[in-house]
């Protein structure tokens, strides 16, 4: 298992729940305060290069990440779908275009390896 480092790039709180996890994850507000740095929650998600999508385990293939900014009724969901590559460390960031536009990027070592967004 490979440790995932999630970064919240939003002014607001947010809580991110992998593959139907009963244990979401809270992530602190990136702020002025803070040179507007994206706060991390540590390493509470894994990835596994060679298992399924598994609550707060991210896999290869199709992940459901449902992700909930501070006061929000509902979570956003998004699919993250990850190729077959050598995970080496993992960092996932999320943040917001608008109310609602939920954007994500996955690196590996520093490297962008895939991102996306969703409306709605």
Known sequence: MIPVILFNANPLWVTIGVN??????????ATSALGWRPQ????????????????????????SLAITPFKSPVPRTVTVVLPNIQWIS???????????????????????????????
């Open 20 to 29: 139907a996890s009963l244990n979401p994850v809270s992530i602190g507000p």
């Open 90 to 120: 993992v960092q996932l960031y999320v943040f917001f275009d608008s109310t609602t536009t939920t954007n994500w990027i996955i690196l590996n070592q520093g490297q962008f390896v895939v991102g996306g967004l969703s409306s709605g």
């Open 40 to 63: 991390s929650n540590g390493t509470a998600i894994q990835l596994t290069p060679s298992g399924g999508p598994a609550p707060n385990v991210l896999a290869i293939g199709a992940n």
